[in-house]
């Protein structure tokens, strides 16, 4: 299973390359280790596990934070109604988004990034995104609110942008916060 030990942090210049593509249809090899980034989410959340492992709690997580530059994704993330977004996805692009953008009431937060960042981070409100699931079937998810932000925060892990690289609070001003 995977642990903090394997998370990559900040100023490992894996973390600032664009990943590759994962060629389709996808290895075992790249389906496991997209599995092994779910498990890790549910792990994260789950009180008794993360005490045990000592995991940071985490509701995203990119390939590149586990050392390996390929373009996959996961999250686990309830929307404010309760609904869980649970999803591993290869190749995972934004096809479509709203004009309209958002941020994370009280900033973002990185599991590669062991200090507190403050400041606000504009996210498109909503998305559309286009992939592939660990199954290798295509996925395509209409997305807003908290899952929304974190899959953007998640493929900009693959292009090598951090959250705090986007920090605005000047555009911010000018924005509906989301809730936490
Ligand atoms: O990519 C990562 O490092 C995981 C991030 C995901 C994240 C997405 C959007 C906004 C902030 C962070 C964090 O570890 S998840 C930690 C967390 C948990 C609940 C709410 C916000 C952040
Ligand atoms: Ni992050």
């Known amino acids: 299973m995977l642990t903090m030990k394997d ?69 686990h993330v309830s929307d404010h109604r309760g609904t869980l977004y649970s999803y591993g996805i290869m190749n995972p692009k934004i096809i479509s988004h709203s004009v309209e953008k958002t941020y994370l009431d009280g900033g973002e937060g990185c599991l590669s990034v062991d200090r507190e960042v403050p400041g606000a981070v504009p996210r498109y409100a909503r998305i559309t995104i286009k992939g592939v699931d660990a199954e290798g079937n295509p996925l395509k998810l209409r997305l807003k609110g908290l899952p929304a932000i974190v899959v953007q925060h998640e493929i900009d892990h693959l292009d090598g942008v951090m959250f705090y690289d986007r920090i605005n609070n000047e555009e911010a001003s000018e924005l509906s916060p989301l809730g936490n």
């Open 7 to 75: 998370i990559r942090r900040e100023g490992d210049p894996i973390l600032e390359k664009e990943a590759k593509e994962i060629d389709l249809p996808a290895s075992e090899d790249d389906k496991q280790t997209l599995r092994e980034m779910l498990e890790f989410l549910k792990n994260s959340q789950d009180p008794e596990t993360a005490l045990e492992y000592e995991l940071r709690s985490g509701i995203g997580i990119a390939a590149p934070q586990i050392g390996i530059s390929k373009r996959m994704i996961a999250v």
